[in-house]
Protein backbone atom coordinates (compact mmCIF):
# COMPACT_ATOMS: atom_id res chain seq x y z
CA UNK A 1 0.00 0.00 0.00
CA UNK A 2 1.43 3.46 -0.90
CA UNK A 3 1.83 5.93 1.79
CA UNK A 4 3.16 9.35 1.10
CA UNK A 5 5.04 11.50 3.89
CA UNK A 6 6.59 14.89 3.48
CA UNK A 7 9.16 16.99 5.38
CA UNK A 8 9.23 19.53 6.11
CA UNK A 9 5.92 20.60 7.23
CA UNK A 10 6.58 24.06 6.83
CA UNK A 11 9.23 26.25 5.91
CA UNK A 12 9.95 29.78 5.88
CA UNK A 13 12.42 31.37 3.87
CA UNK A 14 13.63 35.02 2.74
CA UNK A 15 12.57 35.95 -0.56
CA UNK A 16 15.10 35.09 -3.01
CA UNK A 17 16.48 31.96 -1.59
CA UNK A 18 16.25 28.43 -3.56
CA UNK A 19 14.69 25.74 -1.73
CA UNK A 20 13.88 21.89 -1.82
CA UNK A 21 10.77 19.95 -0.77
CA UNK A 22 11.01 16.22 0.36
CA UNK A 23 8.50 13.70 -0.76
CA UNK A 24 8.82 9.94 0.50
CA UNK A 25 7.14 7.02 -0.88
CA UNK A 26 6.88 3.70 0.19
CA UNK A 27 5.86 1.58 -3.06
CA UNK A 28 9.22 1.90 -5.14
CA UNK A 29 6.93 0.36 -7.86
CA UNK A 30 5.74 3.86 -9.12
CA UNK A 31 3.60 4.95 -11.88
CA UNK A 32 4.31 8.51 -11.62
CA UNK A 33 4.66 11.52 -8.76
CA UNK A 34 2.60 15.02 -9.14
CA UNK A 35 3.06 17.77 -7.38
CA UNK A 36 0.68 20.43 -6.51
CA UNK A 37 -0.17 23.39 -4.99
CA UNK A 38 -2.90 24.43 -2.57
CA UNK A 39 -3.26 28.07 -1.57
CA UNK A 40 -5.46 28.02 1.55
CA UNK A 41 -9.08 27.42 1.31
CA UNK A 42 -8.50 26.80 -2.26
CA UNK A 43 -8.61 24.09 -5.10
CA UNK A 44 -5.36 21.42 -6.12
CA UNK A 45 -3.30 23.38 -9.24
CA UNK A 46 -1.24 20.68 -10.65
CA UNK A 47 2.63 21.69 -11.06
CA UNK A 48 4.65 19.10 -12.52
CA UNK A 49 3.77 15.31 -13.26
CA UNK A 50 6.94 12.89 -13.61
CA UNK A 51 7.24 9.79 -15.00
CA UNK A 52 8.01 6.28 -13.49
CA UNK A 53 10.71 6.72 -16.31
CA UNK A 54 11.64 10.17 -15.55
CA UNK A 55 14.45 11.48 -13.35
CA UNK A 56 13.45 15.31 -13.74
CA UNK A 57 10.61 17.37 -14.72
CA UNK A 58 11.20 20.84 -15.62
CA UNK A 59 8.74 23.85 -15.61
CA UNK A 60 10.15 27.36 -15.26
CA UNK A 61 11.51 27.99 -11.42
CA UNK A 62 10.23 24.97 -10.54
CA UNK A 63 12.27 21.57 -10.74
CA UNK A 64 10.61 17.75 -9.93
CA UNK A 65 13.55 14.73 -9.70
CA UNK A 66 12.53 11.68 -8.64
CA UNK A 67 15.00 8.59 -7.29
CA UNK A 68 12.66 5.23 -7.00
CA UNK A 69 15.28 3.17 -5.23
CA UNK A 70 15.36 5.85 -2.05
CA UNK A 71 11.63 6.05 -2.57
CA UNK A 72 12.18 10.40 -3.04
CA UNK A 73 10.97 12.88 -5.09
CA UNK A 74 11.94 16.63 -4.56
CA UNK A 75 10.66 20.06 -5.80
CA UNK A 76 13.06 22.82 -6.13
CA UNK A 77 12.36 25.90 -6.02
CA UNK A 78 14.92 28.72 -7.60
CA UNK A 79 14.75 32.10 -6.70
CA UNK A 80 11.61 32.19 -4.16
CA UNK A 81 9.27 35.45 -4.47
CA UNK A 82 6.35 35.79 -2.14
CA UNK A 83 4.11 34.75 -4.22
CA UNK A 84 5.59 31.29 -4.14
CA UNK A 85 3.75 30.70 -0.55
CA UNK A 86 1.47 28.12 -0.24
CA UNK A 87 1.32 24.47 0.96
CA UNK A 88 3.01 21.84 -1.54
CA UNK A 89 1.34 18.30 -1.92
CA UNK A 90 2.94 15.70 -3.56
CA UNK A 91 0.89 12.31 -4.62
CA UNK A 92 1.12 9.54 -5.87
CA UNK A 93 -1.02 6.50 -7.47
CA UNK A 94 -1.63 3.86 -5.10
CA UNK A 95 -2.05 0.26 -6.68
CA UNK A 96 -5.68 -0.37 -7.00
CA UNK A 97 -7.96 -3.17 -8.41
CA UNK A 98 -8.38 -1.59 -11.80
CA UNK A 99 -4.63 -0.24 -11.61
CA UNK A 100 -2.62 2.73 -11.09
CA UNK A 101 -5.80 5.31 -10.12
CA UNK A 102 -6.17 7.14 -6.78
CA UNK A 103 -4.10 9.52 -5.84
CA UNK A 104 -2.44 9.12 -2.36
CA UNK A 105 -1.49 12.01 -1.22
CA UNK A 106 1.27 13.56 1.22
CA UNK A 107 -0.04 15.96 4.54
CA UNK A 108 2.39 18.86 2.38
CA UNK A 109 5.03 21.33 3.19
CA UNK A 110 3.71 24.93 4.15
CA UNK A 111 6.12 27.26 2.01
CA UNK A 112 5.97 31.14 3.68
CA UNK A 113 8.09 33.63 1.41
CA UNK A 114 8.85 36.89 3.11
CA UNK A 115 9.75 39.72 1.27
CA UNK B 1 -7.58 26.23 -21.16
CA UNK B 2 -9.86 23.74 -20.09
CA UNK B 3 -10.48 23.14 -16.20
CA UNK B 4 -12.50 21.19 -13.93
CA UNK B 5 -15.42 23.20 -12.53
CA UNK B 6 -17.60 22.40 -9.30
CA UNK B 7 -20.43 24.13 -7.36
CA UNK B 8 -21.53 25.52 -5.05
CA UNK B 9 -18.29 26.57 -3.73
CA UNK B 10 -20.12 26.21 -0.27
CA UNK B 11 -22.92 24.39 1.01
CA UNK B 12 -24.51 24.69 4.27
CA UNK B 13 -26.43 22.10 5.14
CA UNK B 14 -28.47 20.19 8.44
CA UNK B 15 -27.47 16.90 9.82
CA UNK B 16 -29.40 14.07 8.25
CA UNK B 17 -29.72 16.35 5.29
CA UNK B 18 -29.29 15.22 1.33
CA UNK B 19 -26.84 16.66 -0.36
CA UNK B 20 -25.30 16.59 -4.06
CA UNK B 21 -22.21 18.48 -5.15
CA UNK B 22 -21.77 18.99 -8.41
CA UNK B 23 -18.69 18.96 -11.37
CA UNK B 24 -17.86 19.66 -14.54
CA UNK B 25 -14.79 17.80 -15.50
CA UNK B 26 -12.60 18.85 -18.59
CA UNK B 27 -14.72 17.32 -21.98
CA UNK B 28 -12.40 15.08 -23.45
CA UNK B 29 -11.50 13.27 -19.66
CA UNK B 30 -12.31 9.68 -19.64
CA UNK B 31 -11.28 8.89 -15.71
CA UNK B 32 -13.22 10.85 -12.82
CA UNK B 33 -12.80 11.24 -8.63
CA UNK B 34 -13.85 12.27 -5.83
CA UNK B 35 -11.11 13.69 -2.91
CA UNK B 36 -12.31 15.30 0.69
CA UNK B 37 -10.10 17.09 3.15
CA UNK B 38 -10.98 17.56 6.05
CA UNK B 39 -9.64 21.02 8.04
CA UNK B 40 -5.97 20.56 8.64
CA UNK B 41 -5.96 16.71 7.14
CA UNK B 42 -4.62 14.89 4.18
CA UNK B 43 -6.36 14.98 0.82
CA UNK B 44 -7.97 11.80 1.27
CA UNK B 45 -9.53 9.76 -2.12
CA UNK B 46 -13.34 8.77 -2.11
CA UNK B 47 -13.82 6.99 -5.39
CA UNK B 48 -12.87 7.02 -8.75
CA UNK B 49 -15.29 6.25 -12.19
CA UNK B 50 -15.02 5.24 -15.51
CA UNK B 51 -16.52 4.00 -18.45
CA UNK B 52 -20.12 4.97 -16.24
CA UNK B 53 -19.42 2.78 -13.36
CA UNK B 54 -17.19 3.35 -10.07
CA UNK B 55 -13.54 1.83 -10.49
CA UNK B 56 -12.65 1.53 -7.33
CA UNK B 57 -13.81 3.31 -3.72
CA UNK B 58 -12.33 3.75 -0.13
CA UNK B 59 -13.83 2.97 3.06
CA UNK B 60 -14.81 6.19 3.17
CA UNK B 61 -17.71 5.61 0.41
CA UNK B 62 -20.10 3.54 1.86
CA UNK B 63 -23.81 3.03 1.10
CA UNK B 64 -24.59 6.87 2.16
CA UNK B 65 -22.59 7.94 -0.71
CA UNK B 66 -23.65 7.57 -4.53
CA UNK B 67 -22.07 8.97 -7.69
CA UNK B 68 -23.63 9.53 -11.09
CA UNK B 69 -22.99 11.16 -14.89
CA UNK B 70 -26.44 11.89 -15.64
CA UNK B 71 -25.36 13.36 -18.82
CA UNK B 72 -22.30 13.68 -21.02
CA UNK B 73 -20.52 16.63 -19.16
CA UNK B 74 -21.66 16.08 -14.97
CA UNK B 75 -20.67 14.24 -12.70
CA UNK B 76 -22.09 14.27 -9.55
CA UNK B 77 -21.42 12.86 -5.56
CA UNK B 78 -24.65 12.53 -3.48
CA UNK B 79 -24.30 11.96 0.36
CA UNK B 80 -27.88 11.08 1.16
CA UNK B 81 -27.78 11.81 4.88
CA UNK B 82 -25.12 13.90 6.10
CA UNK B 83 -23.16 13.94 9.50
CA UNK B 84 -20.70 16.40 11.24
CA UNK B 85 -17.99 14.36 10.28
CA UNK B 86 -18.52 14.98 6.65
CA UNK B 87 -18.03 18.39 6.63
CA UNK B 88 -15.19 18.67 4.57
CA UNK B 89 -13.87 19.94 0.99
CA UNK B 90 -14.71 17.97 -1.56
CA UNK B 91 -12.66 17.78 -4.59
CA UNK B 92 -13.77 16.66 -8.02
CA UNK B 93 -10.50 15.46 -10.54
CA UNK B 94 -10.39 14.23 -13.76
CA UNK B 95 -7.84 12.53 -16.28
CA UNK B 96 -7.36 11.37 -19.91
CA UNK B 97 -6.18 8.14 -19.37
CA UNK B 98 -5.91 5.85 -15.90
CA UNK B 99 -2.52 7.02 -13.96
CA UNK B 100 -2.41 10.01 -16.24
CA UNK B 101 -2.25 13.88 -14.70
CA UNK B 102 -5.05 14.73 -13.14
CA UNK B 103 -6.68 18.00 -12.60
CA UNK B 104 -9.00 19.12 -9.81
CA UNK B 105 -11.58 21.46 -9.17
CA UNK B 106 -12.10 24.25 -6.91
CA UNK B 107 -13.33 22.58 -4.50
CA UNK B 108 -17.10 22.61 -2.66
CA UNK B 109 -16.68 23.22 1.27
CA UNK B 110 -19.62 21.19 2.67
CA UNK B 111 -20.66 22.26 6.35
CA UNK B 112 -22.67 20.25 8.34
CA UNK B 113 -24.48 21.55 11.35
Known amino acids: KQEVTQIPAALSVPEGENLVLNCSFT??????LQWFRQDPGKGLTSLLL?????REQTSGRLNASLDKSSGRSTLYIAASQPGDSATYLC??????????????FGTGTRLLVSP | EPEVTQTPSHQVTQMGQEVILRCVPI?????FYWYRQILGQKVEFLVS????????KSEIFDDQFSVERPDGSNFTLKIRSTKLEDSAMYFC???????????FGPGTRLTVL
Open chain 2, 93 to 103: ASTRQGGGEQF
Open chain 1, 27 to 32: DSAIYN
Open chain 1, 50 to 54: IQSSQ
Open chain 1, 91 to 104: ASPGRGNTGFQKLV
Open chain 2, 27 to 31: SNHLY
Open chain 2, 49 to 56: FYNNEISE
